[in-house]
């Protein structure tokens, strides 16, 4: 029996701009597929019936998409007229949701076991799910307590290092029953600070550990991160993984290279140049001897001869004149 998924997609993607001024993040590349497919597919095909991206930015160009491509589920598409929080974002679905359904932050991309998570939440009878992962340092999230039986005891989120009582922080994706929609405020509101501690202290949360990788794909160097993980695990249909690095086209480009790089179809990359643990999105080209590490070099962007980049932002479409040297931030650089 199949479910609904829905994706919290709200935000602006300011931290991987200036690629998100013209690109909303939930449709960035990710190999072969958009980030918001890789979170989806976090859930079996066979039991997704639809997905409902509750969208705050570039909603059109995210509904142009989806119309132009076949998909085996339903997309609906619900914008947020202003902010709303991850709550307010959920409750806006409240017309379009039903049942038991998925949830999930619209930047995760991990090796979350979501058919253990569910047959664990059919068990539990409770209102939620929480996928759980562990940290060493849990002050910057949501920390969770559980007790023997994985039932969540305590949840409290961003707390002060004094104040934490766990290492196990909320991964950002959920498996919820329609009644937690009866136990949410109006306006702009935040699921972690407003419904989950209330939840938890009425014993209906479950938590959900899992092991393998977990990322927030939404800065550059998470990810270069996320590249590295659907490379290792082998998480696309087409194109082909030599040596480390993913290749659209199925060619390996000549050029002197380090592991972990996404090439996207079209790039043209010189002989004499480097790349290491780099994007280079569709249309990108590489000038001979240019040095590339951990950089994200958007659409049809041209690097020049000679540059050294390092964990540099590059817009598309951007030139960067031959010869530059730059160490982080983005170009253009953004004021």
């Known amino acids: 029996m199949g479910m609904q998924v829905v994706v919290l997609a709200g935000g602006f993607g300011s931290r991987l701009k200036p690629w998100t001024n ?129 039932r969540v005891s305590r949840f409290k989120e961003k707390p002060p290092s004094d104040e934490v009582f766990s290492n196990l922080i909320n991964a950002g994706s959920y498996i919820l029953e329609e009644e937690i929609f009866e136990l949410m405020p109006e306006g702009k509101f935040s699921l972690e600070r407003e419904v989950f501690p209330g939840l938890a202290e009425r014993g209906e949360l479950g938590g959900f550990p899992f092991e393998g990788f977990f990322i927030d794909a939404g800065t550059p160097e998470s990810w270069n991160a996320a590249v590295e993980a659907v490379i290792k695990n082998g998480r696309f249909a087409s194109g082909s993984s030599i040596e480390g690095s993913w290749f659209a086209d199925g060619e390996v480009a000549d050029c002197i290279r380090g592991e972990y790089n996404m090439f996207s179809s079209g790039v043209e990359v010189s002989r004499d140049s480097v790349i290491s643990q780099t994007t280079l999105l569709q249309g990108a080209r590489i000038g001979s001897g240019a040095i590339l590490e951990r950089c994200l070099i958007g659409e049809n962007a041209q690097i ?31 004021e």
């Open 22 to 150: 013209s690109v909303p993040k939930p449709l960035l590349p990710l190999l072969d597929k958009t980030l918001l497919e890789h979170v989806v597919s976090t859930v079996p095909e066979n039991l997704v019936d639809q997905v409902v991206i509750a969208a705050g930015y570039m909603v059109e160009e995210m509904r142009q998409y989806f119309s132009s491509i076949e998909l085996p589920f339903e997309v609906v598409i619900l914008p947020e007229d202003e902010p709303m929080g991850t709550g307010g974002a959920l409750k806006n679905c409240i017309d379009h949701v039903s049942g038991r359904f998925a949830c999930f932050n619209g930047d995760v991309v991990s090796s979350l076991d979501f058919s253990a998570m569910a047959a664990q939440h059919e068990r539990m009878k409770g209102i939620g799910t929480l996928a759980l992962w562990e940290v060493d340092e849990p002050t910057r999230f949501g920390i969770v307590g559980i007790d023997e039986n994985n």
């Open 304 to 334: 020049g001869a000679g540059c050294h980049l390092s964990d540099v932002v590059v817009d598309h479409g951007a030139t960067v004149p031959e010869g530059s040297l730059q160490q982080g931030g983005t170009f253009p650089q953004i």
